[in-house]
């Protein structure tokens, strides 16, 4: 009977497990592109002050103008050529929004190439844009995100990393990244929240209460 029990449990645990899996990798995916997209405004507005990339910034607008009536191969296109003008952030919100328009018609493949064009670009003025594209590279696909130290979102890089490794049933590798994630002082507070929520799922014995470390440490 203890062994059905503990079965039954198991099955619970693991169906938990993949909704939680669901849920996070959908807020994921919103966060990433909130933040990308909060930055747009304010980074156009300065290309466009600066006068030095007019055309650029009117590819952007007009790529804005055709997402917005759901016209995603005007908005393609308009992408594509801001991109081939642009460098740095524009570049990046440039990439970011076709790779999205990309996955609206329905050419995901394309999408996905787009957004791993992205991730390898590298500089101070991109790195936001190219450690998020990591993130939304990996959505689709199944080879394993592969998190690089210091990059803006290197925390949700390995969160989406250890899900992954979850979804190839490699749940040992996957607790032992959310246990970092969890005692990383650096992990911001929703990923180390989130982190903390999976162990008590999938490893509920690696949550040891503060009072109880306290005590641990005080012997």
Do not use: C
Not at 23 to 49: M, P
Not at 185 to 200: I, N, S
């Amino acid at each position: 009977m203890s062994d059905l029990l503990k079965e039954f449990e198991d099955d619970l645990r693991r169906e938990k497990s993949e909704a939680l899996w669901k849920n996070i990798g959908r807020n994921l995916v919103g966060i990433s592109i909130a933040i990308v997209i909060g930055t747009i405004g304010g980074v156009v507005w300065k290309e466009y002050k600066a006068s030095r990339s007019a055309k650029q910034t009117t590819a952007l607008m007009t790529g804005f103008e055709r997402l917005e009536v759901e016209d995603y191969k005007g908005a393609v296109e308009a992408f594509s050529d801001s991109a081939e003008k642009s460098s740095g952030a524009a570049y990046g919100i440039a990439m970011l929004n076709k790779a999205y328009a990309l996955q609206k018609t329905g050419d995901v493949a394309a999408s996905q190439e787009t957004y791993k064009a992205l991730a390898q670009e590298s500089g101070d003025d991109v790195a936001a844009f190219s450690s998020v594209a990591k993130i939304l590279a990996a959505r689709d696909s199944k080879e394993i995100i592969a998190p690089v130290k210091g990059e803006p979102f290197y925390h949700a890089q390995l969160e989406w990393k250890a899900w992954q490794l979850m979804d190839a049933d490699k749940k040992e590798e996957a607790i032992g990244i959310f246990i970092s994630l969890n005692d990383d002082k650096d992990t911001p507070a929703g990923v180390r929240g989130r982190a903390a929520e999976a162990l008590q799922l999938l490893a509920p014995d690696k949550l040891l209460p503060k009072s109880a470390e306290v005590k641990s440490d005080a012997k």
